[in-house]
Every structure is written in C-alpha cells, then in structure tokens.
C-alpha cells in the first residue's frame, strides 16, 4: 500500500482543515489507518485511527470532539476532518495503514507509511 497525505495548509486558530490519506495498490479496506503528526522538536504522535471497515474509531485526547476520522474504501481514501484549530496542532501529519487493528497505531507500529502534509496553525 501506498499513501499520500494532503490538505494541509495555513489556517487561522478556530478554523478547520479536511486532511486527505490516498491509497494506492493492494486492497485498502484490508487495513486499518492510522493519522499521527509531529511538531518540531515534539515526539510523534497518534491523533486518531480507524479500523478497515470504519466501525472503530480512536481520537487522542488532544483532539476529542474537534475532530472526525472517516474512510470511503471505494475510493481508498481516509479522512481526519479538524476543527477549531489551536496553534498547537500545527504539525507534519502523515496516514499509516495497518492490518492488525487499532492497537497497532497506539503502540506506534505500522506497516505503511505515507508522505507527510503539513499544518500550519496562526493565532
């Protein structure tokens, strides 16, 4: 599987961004994806996750109730839709797929990585 990551960009705080996870070659809706970012100096982190069928969902604390991860497999795309943006979810976002279930994602292991999309967050 390969991925690419778009839709970042510069947004003003309190606004929102609908990031975009393309996926080419094997069948995406065998894996679980997985949108994580890392600021500057800041470990990697997972942001949200969602199984291969779209029924499970994980959100970090860190974005709860600003954002809403969502797939379309028929058009093997995954989506981290963010609102009310702050300053600190500036970041490099990347997608990663993964067959082995969402866990996989929380303990930071994947088996695919994609390009990153950076987020730019003014206040």
């Known amino acids: 599987v390969q991925l690419q990551a778009f839709g970042g960009g510069l947004v003003q705080a309190g606004g929102y961004l609908r990031l975009s996870c393309a996926a080419s070659?094997?069948?995406?809706?065998?894996?679980?994806v997985g949108w994580f970012r890392q600021a500057p100096g800041k470990d990697r982190e997972l942001v949200a996750s969602?199984?291969?069928?779209?029924?499970?969902?994980y959100y970090a604390d860190s974005v709860k109730g600003r954002s809403t991860i969502s797939r379309d497999n028929a058009k093997k795309t995954a989506y981290l839709q963010m609102d009310s943006l702050k300053p600190e979810d500036a970041a490099v976002y990347y997608c990663?797929?993964?067959?082995?279930?969402?866990?996989?994602?929380?303990?930071?292991?994947?088996?695919?990585w994609g390009q990153g999309t950076l987020v730019t967050v003014s206040s």
């Open positions: 990663a797929a993964d067959r082995h279930g969402l866990g996989s994602f929380i303990r930071g292991e994947h088996e695919y």
């Open positions: 070659g094997r069948s995406f809706s065998d894996y679980g």
């Open positions: 969602i199984s291969w069928g779209g029924g499970s969902t």
